[in-house]
């Protein structure tokens, strides 16, 4: 038994944290030190920024060290997290006390709680997950790692000790799920426990060390009346859409990476009734339908020998023997598009799905192209008309240069001339300027044109603000208190 799994007996009171300089518990007998632990992590980096920057980071990598040679791990088992973080918690007080350095309760805590998520979590990355205004994390190497935070990329002061360090948690964050990554698979798409996404590329993919980019699960997803409150979408704007979405109109969403696509998605579907039954597929499970009736199916990658995938394609076809009202897809990327638009066109109207393209006409062009990799024995009129009697709305989301989300078009599409499939813009975003801080100024218009698929909305006797087709500038921001759905049902 190692000298500290002892103290963990010894201490049954948990030590205070004060905040005072220097914080030194009581004595505790140790005994001999125990074999060092072969599983145990290597010295962590800083995750706190200090003016003491290197020496900060030396202390917790002397610590560490220390810990990992004395502690024995397995009396740590079967904890529960609180007490273990407390255990851990006094044990670094002991041994910051033993090698005589000089921390405050504040240093002391943060250094102990580093050692705890190395121990235990994503070591540095623990801080990043835990913040909540941090939306991506992106690492490019063990030493730069970026994070987003209200659409603004910036630096982090988190940093690993070494490439090995980084590669370590890593492997920890795929063998979460099953997965591995080495150099014969240096590519890996997983999620972590909470519901995060997580893509990995490792060398040699990736040229200058481990690149690992993570979008973060947001706990508390934003509504449709939170996004008109940020001004990524008028009020008129998102009632209309709402109304769509209840009266069973098709609905693509296109944008960029990163351009709030599974978010309009969420936040639209929370407009779909609870008697509906609902089929999700998605890559990473990231969608969160609160309806009582979801059906969440979810693709497989290929295991080690290559075998055993589950393409979304595979996945549509099977969602169409489970009687959906709607198959939502969390993102449509190929072959599986024609499946997609089969069910759409045969009695599951109201599905939904995002995409990336650039402008509502482009995803109908990647519509178009991606049925095509499918192989079809089908001419690519066929397909157009496919896709337009399919397709009601497309909704544009867009990330600005200066990082803010916006809804920059809504257009319906309309039908077939000739060959061609005809689309209509109902509302849109402009640019019109560039504040003093580069951010951009623009307006909402609605276009006055009159959308076919009102004629659903109104037969469903589902209200909608009176003028919302003249053509006009539309106010931003919130024009109410009741919610969309007190207003619109
Ligand atoms: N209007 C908005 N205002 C502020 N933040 C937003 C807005 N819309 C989305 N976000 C945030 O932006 C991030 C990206 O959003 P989301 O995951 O919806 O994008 P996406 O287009 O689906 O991305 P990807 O292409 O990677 O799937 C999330 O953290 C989300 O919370
Ligand atoms: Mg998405």
Redesign the pocket.
């Known amino acids: 038994m190692g000298r500290f799994s002892q103290a963990f007996e010894a201490q049954t009171k948990p030590a205070p944290v004060h905040d005072a300089p220097v914080f030194i518990p009581e004595e505790v007998e140790l005994t001999a030190a125990p074999p060092p632990v072969e599983t145990a992590p290597e010295p962590e980096a800083q995750t706190v920024p200090t003016a003491a920057g290197n020496a900060w980071l030396d202390t917790k990598i002397k610590l560490h060290t220390r810990l990992i040679d004395e502690i024995d791990l397995a009396q740590l088992d079967g904890l529960e997290s609180l007490e273990l973080r407390q255990q851990v918690h006094d044990i670094v007080v002991e041994m910051a006390r033993e090698e005589r350095m000089k921390l405050n309760a504040r240093d002391l805590k943060s250094l102990a709680d580093g050692v705890y998520d190395e121990m235990t979590g994503l070591g540095p990355l623990e801080v990043l997950l835990q913040d909540e205004t941090v ?2 994390i992106l690492i490019n190497g063990h030493e730069r790692v970026f994070v987003e935070r209200r ?1 603004e990329l910036e630096l982090s002061a988190v940093k690993f000790a070494n490439e090995p360090h980084l590669l370590r948690i890593i492997n920890r964050i795929v063998a979460q799920v099953g997965r591995r990554v080495d150099e014969s698979q240096p590519l890996c798409d997983c999620r972590l426990l909470d519901g995060s996404r997580v893509n990995v590329a490792i060398a040699p993919i990736a040229v200058d060390g481990p690149l690992v980019s993570i ?2 699960f ?1 706990k508390d997803p ?1 509504t449709l009346d939170k ?1 008109v409150e ?1 001004k ?1 979408i008028p009020d008129v704007v998102a009632q209309f859409l709402w109304a769509a979405c209840k009266a069973r109109v098709t609905i693509l969403i296109s ?1 960029g ?7 309009l998605l969420n936040a639209l579907s929370q407009s779909i009734s609870p008697k509906e039954r609902l089929i999700t597929i998605e890559d990473a499970a990231e969608l969160q339908l609160q309806q009582p009736h979801v059906a969440r199916m979810e693709t497989r990658p290929p295991n080690i020998e290559g075998r055993g995938e589950i393409k979304q394609r595979g996945l549509v076809k099977n969602a169409l023997r489970m009687r959906p009202d709607r198959v939502i897809l969390g ?1 449509v990327r190929g072959e599986e598009a024609f499946d997609m638009l089969q069910a759409m066109n045969t009695g599951h109207e109201g599905s939904m799905a ?1 995409l990336h393209a650039n402008t509502p006409r482009d995803a109908l062009t990647r519509l178009e192209q991606m049925v095509a990799m499918g192989d079809m024995k089908i001419t690519p009129e066929a397909v157009a008309g496919q896709i337009a009697s399919a397709v009601g709305i497309i909704v544009q ?1 867009t990330r600005l240069s200066d990082g803010q ?1 916006k809804i920059t078009s809504v257009a319906e599409v309309t039908g077939m001339e000739g060959a061609v499939i005809q689309m209509q813009e109902l509302f849109n975003y402009t640019r019109t300027g560039t504040g003093p801080n580069h951010e951009v100024i623009g307006e909402f218009r609605s276009t006055g044109i009159r959308p076919k698929c009102l004629d659903e909305i109104v037969t469903r006797a589902i209200p909608l603000p009176e003028g919302l087709f003249e053509p006009k500038v539309l106010e931003p921001g919130k024009t109410s208190d009741q919610t969309i759905k007190e207003r619109v049902g």
């Open positions: 939306s991506d659409g979008r973060k947001s934003l996004l940020f990524a944008g990476t990163g351009s709030g696509k599974t978010t993102e995002t989301a989300r």
